[in-house]
């Protein structure tokens, strides 16, 4: 790898911020483009996207720890399409999201990031485990 290409030394959030900007805001805004029509018109409307996002995944997970019984319809139904919007149901039917895959895989910063982050996500769950013990 030339000078020119070589991928800096990323820090836990910094590759974290580099893969939610080039990974899932993309993908997330894109699908809400393609299967809903909702396109931000500007930076604060994008935003209140994102923060309703994280909103109803927060809200899905304290549901989905309450009983059956008491599980809310409608947030666990918000919750799936929020997935779908985000992750889509069959990656391998959209040729056009593996394509974009296939590129986001071959950026060396966005690998940088993965294996960095993923690293960071490990050790978390290492520490934890150690102190549960």
Excluded: W
């Excluded at 927060?58 to 779908?84: I, W």
Aim: aromatic residues 6%; hydrophobic residues 35%; charged residues 20%.
């Amino acid at each position: 790898m030339s000078q020119s290409q070589q991928v800096p030394d990323l820090t836990p959030e910094q590759a974290h911020n580099v893969l939610f900007e080039n990974v899932h805001a993309p993908v997330f805004f894109n699908k809400l483009a393609e299967d809903y029509g909702v396109v931000p018109q500007n930076e604060q409307e994008a935003q209140q996207l994102l923060d309703l996002s994280d909103k109803l995944r927060v809200a899905q997970g304290q549901e989905q720890t309450k009983s059956a019984g008491q599980r809310n319809e409608f947030l666990d139904a918000a919750g799936h399409e929020l997935d779908r919007a985000v992750y889509g149901e069959n990656v391998q039917s959209n040729s056009s999201l593996q394509s974009a895959i296939y590129e986001m895989a071959s950026d060396p910063l966005l690998k940088e990031a993965s294996l960095t982050y993923q690293d960071a996500v490990a050790a978390n769950i290492l520490v934890d485990q150690i102190q549960q013990q």
